[in-house]
């Protein structure tokens, strides 16, 4: 869709100063602690585009609150696995010894969205350590949440989405549905049934750029639609709706649905391919 696409199908004018009308209407407020997901072009046309979105929310939720968006870089992985798209075999291990050891400032996002990699850009915003699944924050808790990134636990109790469960955090699903949910990933891996599989990267060790291989949960977020699907309809009551920009925007506890989550996965067990 072209700007001029996104204009013709916006409604009214939009900017900052009306997001951060709209993100008050959505119950966001000082002091929060938020994950956010984002489709920018499911918002409309607004004047600033993503940095106008990224300081409407550093404005509301200011430093005394905690801003968390995913910052995955699933290019930094087994080139074997890759199919979107794949490489040929005969690149895989020229992969493995050539591409660059995870950098928090140089690393790409794959996947993330424009808002994400407005957010990436700012000063303050710290990046943590693993080289698939970081995390980036922004205020209160930046430091602490983002300081430890286990590299086979990297949506676990010991990784930033572990640390944000342990307190009141709302996630924010602006223009996307639950299979953009990245804490859904903590219910996979506290449900019963996990299964492991070999994942590698480049990373530094002590300055130097080595491919390292460690065991990964194996994830998939086709489930989380349905996951969301149902707590809406059992907890809808503690489910905030509205619209940020144009996008139909949900807030949600976190706890509660990683709960539901981890309660749903262990009576809906899947086959699992080998």
Not at 104 to 126: N, Q, V
Not at 247 to 268: K, S
Request: overall charge negative.
């Amino acid at each position: 869709m072209t700007e001029f696409d996104i204009i013709q199908k916006t409604d009214e004018f939009q900017s900052k100063e009306t997001l951060i009308r709209q993100l008050h209407l959505l119950g966001i407020q000082e002091g929060d602690s938020i994950i956010v997901h984002s489709s920018l072009s499911q918002m409309g046309w607004i004047a600033g585009a993503e940095q106008a979105v990224v300081e409407a929310l550093m404005h509301v939720i200011t430093p005394n609150g905690t801003i968390v968006m995913p910052a995955q870089s699933t290019g930094n992985s087994e080139p074997s696995y890759w199919s979107l798209p794949p490489v040929p075999e005969a690149w895989q291990q020229p992969v493995r010894d050539s591409i660059p050891a995870y950098n928090p400032h140089l690393t790409p996002l794959r996947g993330m969205g424009k808002i994400a990699e407005c957010f990436l850009r700012h000063s303050d915003t710290i990046r943590s350590a693993h080289p698939a699944h970081s995390f980036m924050a922004w205020g209160k808790n930046a430091k602490n949440w983002m300081s430890h990134h286990p590299l086979e636990n990297s949506f676990g109790l010991e990784s930033p989405l572990g640390k944000m469960y342990q307190t009141s955090v709302k996630i924010m699903l602006i223009g996307v549905n639950y299979d953009s949910c990245t804490a859904l990933h903590l219910s996979e891996y506290l449900a019963n049934q996990k299964y492991y599989f070999k994942q590698g990267a480049a990373i530094l060790i002590n300055g130097k750029r080595q491919w390292v291989t460690y065991n990964m949960l194996d994830v998939d977020s086709e489930r989380f639609p349905a996951i969301g699907k149902e707590f809406e309809v059992q907890n809808g009551k503690s489910i905030h709706y509205g619209k940020l920009g144009q996008a139909r925007t949900r807030i949600i506890p976190m706890r509660p649905l990683v709960d539901f989550g981890v309660e749903w996965l262990n009576t809906h067990h899947v086959q699992h391919e080998q």
